[in-house]
């Protein structure tokens, strides 16, 4: 079946601007999470949705959120770019809302000029 | 809170040698300790995870951990490398009673030299 699969691949988007992200996580999944990962910080946690709700977040400000529709897919969105935000975005995918196995998407690269 | 430690952030190992990438973990609580694999410009991929049975685990490609949780370990071991093997590694904790997201380390760079 297929993975996890995150679009768009890459993104530029200027300073000031706003950026949505998606994810469609493997099919019966219905966790998804989403990371950040910078050179400098390393991987760090964003949030969590299941059954279209935000069921544990990180320490990001509010420009940071999300959703979850009700076929599992996700969106997560920025606002108000900053140049600090250029990451790559990682999804992972999980059966259930605790389950112990999470199967990660190749992200989406986002670079803020 | 939970925290998780690679010792190493880069290491170099000759093909057909041992490799071992290091990890230690806090945690209040009994975790699950998983181990991934980056390749540049991929996603993680899941090496192998330990979930409280057996001790010592084995995963994918050769892989294998052993959890010490008189030491608060979880080492990482191939008994030979190969060039493949050239990648970034995490090695994450999750906590259930801690909001059940994922706490990874900072990332150990393996270089494998022909």
């Known amino acids: 079946k297929a993975g996890v699969t995150q679009t768009p691949r890459y993104l530029i988007k200027t300073r000031g601007q706003q950026v949505t992200l998606s994810c469609s996580p493997i099919s019966g999944h219905r966790s998804v999470s989403w990371y950040q990962q910078t050179p400098g910080q390393g991987l760090q946690f964003l949030f969590e949705y299941f059954s279209e709700t935000q069921r544990n977040k990180g320490n990001f400000p509010g420009r940071f959120s999300g959703r979850q529709f009700s076929n599992s897919r996700s969106e997560m969105n920025v606002s108000t770019l900053e140049l600090g935000d250029s990451a790559l975005y990682l999804c992972a995918s999980s059966l259930e809302h605790g389950a112990t196995e999470a199967f990660f998407g190749q992200g989406t690269r986002l670079t803020v000029v | 809170a939970q925290s998780v430690t690679q010792l190493d952030s880069h290491v170099s190992v000759s093909e057909g040698t041992p490799v071992l990438l290091r990890c230690n973990y806090s945690s209040s609580y009994s975790p699950s300790l998983f181990w991934y694999v980056q390749h540049p410009n991929k996603g993680l991929q899941l090496l192998l995870k330990?979930?409280?049975?057996?001790?010592l685990v084995k995963g994918i490609n050769g892989f294998e951990a052993e959890f010490k949780k008189s030491e608060t370990s979880f080492h990482l071991t191939k008994p030979s490398a190969h060039m493949s093997d050239a990648a970034e590694y995490f090695c994450v904790v999750l906590i259930k009673a801690a909001g059940n997201k994922l706490t990874f380390g900072g990332g150990t760079r393996v270089l494998v030299k022909p």
């Open positions: 330990y979930t409280s049975a057996a001790t």
